[in-house]
C-alpha cells in the first residue's frame, strides 16, 4: 500500500540519518530524536486516523504532505464550507492604535467568497483573537445554515486548542471563547448534517486571510465585516484559485536614445512660442513708431 511505502521511506531516512539506529542492536546507544521518531512512527502505523486521538471535532495536521503537494489554497470538500482564520500581531502599536489584526474568510468549493471580516480585537493575545476568529466563522455559518465547515489555521495553539480541549487543560484566558464555540456546535447540532473538522495550514496557504489581517491592521479600527472588494483582497481570492492576472509589460524606452515628443504637445508648445514673439514684435513696434504718432496728433490739432 501507499501508505506502508510512505512510513518505511520516512523510516530509512531517519534511520540513515542518525547513523545510530540499527548500529544500536550491536550495544551503541540510541539518540533520544530517533527513539522519538520511531515511537511516533510506530503509533502512526498501528493506529489509524481517529483512534489515536478521540475528539469532538475531525482534526488534521497537513504540514507533512505539504512537502508533497504545493498549494496556495485548498478547497473544501463538496458541501462543505471552509474557515480561513489568521491573526497578525505586533511588539509595539501602529499610529492608528492597533497592535494586532484579524481576518476570517468563508468560502464555497468552488472558491467564490461567502463571507468575510477584518480588522483589530484590542486587549487579545495573537491565541484568543485567532479563536475569536473562529467563533464568528462558525457564528456566520450557522446564520447562512452551513452545516459542513472546514477549518483552518497557520496558528498551532488555536488549532490544538479546539481539537485536543478533552486531552490538556487549556488556559484561563480561551476558556471563554471555546466554550462559546462548543455550545454553538453542541445545541445546535443537526445529526447526518453537522460536520466540522479542524486543519493547520502552513502560512502560505493562508494568504488570502494573511492579507486581511494586515488590511484590517492598518486601516480598520474594529473587527468588522468585508463585503465586496477592499484593497487586493479580490486578488487574492482568485490567486488562491490560479486565477492570477497576467502583469502588464513595462513600456520599452529604448536603450538611452531620445525618443521624440508626441506631435501634439510639439504643436502646441510652437504656438504658445510664436504667440511670445508677436506680442515682443508688436511692443517694438509701438515704442519706435511713438515720435512719428505724436508729430501726426500735434499737426492734426493745430490743422
Known amino acids: 500500500m501507499m501508505r506502508d511505502g510512505f512510513f518505511e521511506q520516512l ?21 533520544s530524536s530517533s527513539i522519538m521518531f520511531v515511537l ?11 483512534i489515536l486521538f478521540k475528539t469532538p471535532f475531525s482534526y488534521c495536521d497537513s504540514t507533512l504532505p505539504t512537502s508533497l503537494k504545493a498549494y496556495l489554497w485548498e478547497p473544501p470538500e463538496t458541501d462543505y464550507v471552509k474557515i480561513n482564520v ?76 479546539i481539537s485536543f480541549q478533552e486531552e490538556f487543560p487549556q488556559q484561563e484566558d480561551v476558556q471563554e471563547v471555546l466554550r462559546l464555540f462548543n455550545t454553538l456546535h453542541a445545541n445546535n447540532f443537526k445529526v447526518g448534517t453537522t460536520k ?3 486543519t493547520r495550514v502552513p502560512v502560505i496557504q493562508n494568504g488570502a486571510t494573511v492579507y486581511l489581517a494586515k488590511f484590517g491592521m492598518d486601516n480598520l479600527t474594529c473587527f468588522v465585516e468585508t463585503p465586496g472588494s477592499c484593497g487586493e483582497k479580490q486578488l487574492m481570492i482568485e490567486r488562491d484559485m490560479g486565477f492570477m492576472r497576467p502583469l ?20 502646441e508648445v510652437d504656438s504658445q512660442a510664436h504667440q511670445a514673439a508677436v506680442t515682443v514684435e508688436s511692443t517694438l513696434m509701438r515704442l519706435f513708431s511713438l515720435p512719428a504718432r505724436m508729430c501726426k496728433a ?3 490739432r493745430w490743422y
Not at 11 to 31: I, V
Not at 40 to 50: E, K, N, Q, R, V
Not at 248 to 257: I, K, T, V, Y
Open 11 to 31: 523510516f530509512l531516512q531517519e534511520s540513515w540519518k542518525s547513523r545510530s539506529l540499527f548500529s544500536g542492536f550491536r550495544g551503541s546507544a540510541l539518540s
Open 40 to 50: 511516533t512512527l510506530t503509533c502512526a502505523y498501528i493506529y489509524p486516523p481517529g
Open 86 to 161: 489568521h491573526c497578525l500581531t505586533v511588539s509595539q502599536p501602529l499610529f492608528n492604535g492597533n497592535s494586532n489584526g484579524v481576518g476570517v474568510i468563508i468560502r464555497d468549493p468552488s472558491g467564490k467568497e461567502i463571507w468575510s471580516a477584518a480588522g483589530p480585537i484590542p486587549g487579545l493575545s495573537k491565541l484568543q483573537a485567532t479563536l475569536w476568529g473562529f467563533y464568528h466563522g462558525a457564528l456566520q455559518c450557522h446564520k447562512i445554515q452551513e452545516w459542513k465547515t472546514h477549518f483552518e489555521s497557520d496558528h498551532w495553539g488555536a488549532v490544538e486548542a
Open 196 to 198: 466540522r473538522a479542524v
Open 248 to 267: 502588464a509589460p513595462q513600456a520599452n524606452f529604448g536603450l538611452g536614445e531620445v525618443i521624440d515628443a508626441e506631435e501634439v504637445q510639439q504643436i
Open 298 to 300: 500735434m499737426v492734426n
